[in-house]
């Protein structure tokens, strides 16, 4: 299983720090994804890192305010979020799977998923 936490209430331009703690297995071979999804709305891909943490992708509108990392010696991924904007606003999700990088964005594509946790910037 995936646990998120770290969601909460901030002010436009402040900072959050998500993680996603892994249990039952280890997802040290895992790619892991962060995705987020607002009411009525499709899940949408936001950052992701391969198993070793050698590739790091993200959506273009988070690109230089959000970094992905991972320990997996505690099998666990952070998201860490800065400069935050209301438009970040929703349910952030962690997700796991063994796929190849080139699939990194597809929300199809992930087996394991986290219970999200709910970001709210406001303005």
């Known amino acids: 299983q995936l646990q998120a936490s770290g969601g909460g209430l901030v002010q436009a331009g402040g900072s959050l720090r998500l993680s996603c703690a892994a249990s039952?297995?280890?997802?040290?071979?895992?790619?892991m994804g962060w995705f987020r999804q607002v009411p009525g709305k499709e899940r949408e891909f936001v950052a992701a890192?391969?198993?070793?943490?050698?590739?790091?992708d993200y959506i273009d509108s988070v690109k230089g305010r959000f970094t992905i990392s991972r320990e997996n010696a505690r099998n666990t991924v952070y998201l860490q979020m800065k400069s935050l904007k209301p438009e970040d606003t929703a349910a952030y999700y962690c997700?796991?799977?063994?796929?190849?990088?080139?699939?990194?964005?597809?929300?199809?594509?992930?087996?394991?998923w986290g219970q999200g946790t709910q970001v709210t910037v406001s303005s």
């Open positions: 890192i391969a198993w070793n943490g050698g590739n790091r």
């Open positions: 039952g297995r280890t997802f040290s071979y895992y790619n």
């Open positions: 997700a796991a799977n063994r796929m190849v990088w080139g699939a990194r964005k597809d929300v199809d594509k992930y087996a394991y």
